[in-house]
């Protein structure tokens, strides 16, 4: 209990900066919550129409390249590792190991969303966006098509937070550099973390469920 | 929310233990196990999403609160798609003359 | 300057002027006149809808409407009552105001943030309003697929966005209390010594964060499906149909105990303060707000029976569902044990209660007709479900929310209302109520379809009896903006508790200091600790 009630990041109608902590945490883990319901609804939706159609989704995840899916994977479980390590270097008081971390994983979260673009601008070169000019050429299109749907409502949707977290994290940067954040403050780093954390375990999901269905069956078909 | 930091050498285990299973969910995938395949593969989904949860998110040293408002999520969310598909699965089970 | 109101160092009122003031506060008992002053706007809203439609169903030709026109009021009637009333109604204003006061804290966790749910839910409002103002929306609140994101030529997409925005507004209402109360008691205030209102405003604040988010996804879906032609329920290109309604009514089953929880914290704070007793069975009480909480997310198959769910998942919600009848009840028996030998008063909030306990016990019985699988095959989507559920959320939370709104207007207003005008719109109220919808259960029973603005003939007078009903209530929830407003410049000021009631808001002064305390109170009795009387004995639990 190191910090006085008078610490300056201590908001008014908190008695305590531990209190303040407290419900900062209990807060942020609510709306990660919020978030597990959010995408949890295209997880159910993914998973009946699975069900009811195993064959044209598993014909329709074969399009997925699942060497880039991989890489993915990876480079955002390297974010997640810069971004441990930037709440890491927050909580020590080392300023400039916190910028170049967050800088990381910004890098990192971009690169994520690059290979996503060239995924996205190949399903449309071949017709895979659904919607009028949708074309499959594999067995049952009409199934196949809501693969597709869930591929980017899911992916789409995951991409979103991606951006608002590489904003977050680029305020947060901004911040770290002039020196907002010290050993005794460093919540809205530690938070942030949360949150981006979660969005890789969104993906962790993702990736087996979209890229791996019959994997085994590669370029052939039941 | 922990005051305490995790050693970094914890990170880097994690981060290998990730790069790992990741790797490993890939190369089954390739085999043909029938219906273990998406078992295999979510099983490995449910460690990495954990070993996160844990140890980058810091649950482990987090306080009972905290635990139980993680695990409330997941189980609401299991109660979302568990119900659903048990409409989905048993449809038809019974045809129903009309 | 002397005025007749007691020494006042300024209040949350007073302390600041200016739009901007009021604008830009992060004061929750502002905010929480902000939505005061919103939901009323769109109750009255969705009153005008409901007056439309009663006028309609004056005659059994559909000769004051279009069908396409109908469908419209009564889809606006059920999305601007649910969605920009009800949900937010008591939570939003008294919750706001109270949350903080009754647990000793200075403000909510997130006072920012709280502020942040208020503008989202007037953009959220916005939209509805656009869409209410430029055509409307046709396809039922209940905005089933395939009609409505394909074949509905209505504003679905700018109401379904209009939704998912307020929904943000719920989450962050409910996330604010649940951190709230858990972070920021008073020293002393255990969670067994909190009174009731907080119990059902935490157990309605875990169905905000647990549900809303999926009717959030669910929304954007069909405005993908309906925006870009992508299929995700549609089944002429594969969709499910069912699947929408399981996604929807996962939120929408357990959204009507957020309408309703509330309004039983405040039934126990009503019934506590006029018997001068504590809550027969505390414990259990609060407990049965968490069980409705949590049981109330297991039964939205419920609705479903007649849609193509399976016989077995049918099965299983509909067991469900009386099961959940079972800590609603529990608390109707509670709150008749409390008056037992109570200090019973019937000033206006007590009549209220009154009326909430008589009208939502047979509201939730009704509930168990539809729950029976054999029954609802012939009552599903036929007014008899009308006449249920306005028992519930009319008979029940708009009483509750009344009666809070009385019993809490001297601390919010710092004014007494004028209780002779209070209590004939209390039984104006309640008769006009009774008529409206009593002939709506027989209506049901006896066959005649909701949604549809033409009857046979022989249907006439109980639909002549029930618009007869809707006049005399919409002239019973005039009356109180009239006397309130009238409150606000000539009513009695009102001392710090003019109820003699036990709860930490009643400390401070009516209205309370910005800062809610002059000193932070400290805990050292029971809820509901009123002096023993006629052998009642106070146990600290």
Sequence with gaps: ?222 | MSGHAESRKVYYAIFGALLALTYLTVAVARIDLGRLNTIVALTIAVTKAVLVVLFFMHVRHSNRLTKLVVVGGFVWLALLIGLTMLDVTSRNWLTIPG | MITEAPVDTGNYITSHYGIKSWLLTVDHKRIALLYLIAITFFFFLGGAFAVMIRLELLTPQGDLFQSETYNKLFTMHGIIMIFFFLVPSIPATLGNFLVPLMIGARDLAFPRLNLASWYIFIVGGCFSVFAAIFGGVDTGWTFYTPYSSTYSNTWVTVTAMGIFITGFSSILTGLNFIVTIHTMRAPGLSWFRLPLFIWSHYATSLIMILGTPVVAVTMLLVGLERMFRVPIFDPALGGDPVLFQHLFWFYSHPAVYIMILPAMGVVSELVAASTRKPVFGYKVVAFASIAIAVFGFLVWGHHMFVSGQSVYASLVFSFLSYAVAIPSAVKVFNWTATMHKGSNSYHTPMLYAFGFIGLFTIGGLTGLFVAALGVDVHVHDTYFVIAHFHYIMVGGAIMGYLGGLHFWWPKITGRLYPELPAKLSAFTIFVGFNLTFFPQFVLGYLGMPRRYHAYPEEFQVLNVMSTAGASILAFGYALPMLYFLWSLKWGKHASPNPWGAKGLEWLTTSPPPTENFKEMPVVTEPAYAYAPHKGVKVVDV
């Design chain 1, 1 to 222: 209990m190191s910090t006085s009630s008078h610490s300056p990041a201590l908001l008014h109608h908190f008695d305590s900066v531990e209190q303040q902590k407290e419900a900062s945490s209990l807060g942020m883990w609510l709306f990660l919550v919020t978030e597990i319901m959010f995408f949890g609804g295209m997880f159910t939706a993914y998973i009946v129409y699975r069900s009811l159609y195993p064959n044209a989704f598993v014909a329709a995840s074969h399009t997925l390249d699942i060497t880039m899916g991989a890489i993915n994977t990876a480079v955002l479980i390297c974010s997640s590792l810069s971004m441990a390590l930037a709440v890491n270097a927050a909580q020590l008081g080392r300023r400039k190991s916190l910028v170049w971390f967050l800088i990381l994983t910004i890098l990192l979260g971009s690169v994520f969303l690059g290979i996503k673009a060239v995924e996205y601008h190949d399903k449309f070169v071949h017709h895979h966006v659904p919607g009028a000019s949708f074309h499959f050429e594999g067995p049952e299109p009409q199934n196949a098509q809501l693969f597709f749907s869930i591929y980017f409502g899911a992916t789409g949707l995951h991409a979103l937070h991606m951006i608002i977290g590489i904003v977050l994290l680029a305020i947060l940067a901004i911040r770290a550099q002039r020196g907002r954040f010290s050993s005794e403050y460093y919540t809205p780093i530690d938070m942030t973390g949360l949150y981006w954390h979660f969005v890789d375990i969104v993906w962790i999901f993702l990736f087996p469920l979209l890229y791996l269905l019959g994997g085994h069956l590669q370029g052939g078909g039941h």
